[in-house]
């Protein structure tokens, strides 16, 4: 069966933006940034019901790799999803990366943020990114088990095995670490 529905979650700044946009060559798949579509001009929010009648939308194609968090949807994208690939990077790592982003595209719009959502300093980000592992990665843990009944499960924790984890896909495995 060839996995048709990615979706990668995790920690911020552990990379999934990036992760999405290689596996997006690798497997000749379209790529959603949630953050693309949540994101209003000026980081307005997008109102919830909303919100969840696009992601409905957007998992009801046939084929996408979509990245994100945004745990208040993962009820309507994990039972759609072949593949869930979960970043469970250590917070340290996290927050150096969050750090070298704001670092390098202080003021710009990332290609994978919505228009008008420059990079900034977001101290409230910040305080999320130091809290995810304890406060948001429980509820991540429960989503799975709740609505996820796909085989394909990567937590992938740490650089090294994203990169052999791409490796991997490139050479035409499966990207299952453990093979």
Not at 10 to 28: D, E, F, H, V
Request: with cysteine; aromatic share 12%; hydrophobic share 40%.
């Amino acid at each position: 069966m060839r996995v048709k529905r990615i979706l990668i979650i995790g920690n911020p700044g552990a990379g999934k933006s990036t992760l999405a946009m290689q596996l997006g060559l690798i497997m000749n798949l379209p790529v959603i940034h949630l953050d693309k579509y949540f994101w209003q001009k000026g980081w307005v929010a997008m109102e919830s019901e909303k919100w969840r009648d696009n992601v409905r939308e957007m998992v009801s194609r046939k084929e996408w790799i979509i990245d994100g968090n945004f745990d208040g949807s993962l009820d309507v994208r994990l039972p759609r999803a072949d593949a869930v690939i979960f970043l469970d990077f250590p917070t340290h790592v996290c927050l150096w990366r969050v750090s070298k982003r704001i670092m390098t595209s202080f003021g710009k719009v990332r290609q994978d943020m919505a228009e008008g959502c420059p990079e900034r300093i977001d101290f409230p980000f910040l305080r999320w990114v130091w809290r995810f592992r304890r406060d948001v990665r429980p509820e991540v843990a429960a989503a799975l088990r709740q609505y996820y009944n796909g085989q394909r499960l990567y937590k992938l924790d740490s650089p090294r095995m994203v990169n052999n984890f791409l490796g991997r896909l490139a050479d035409g495995r499966d990207g299952n670490p453990e093979n």
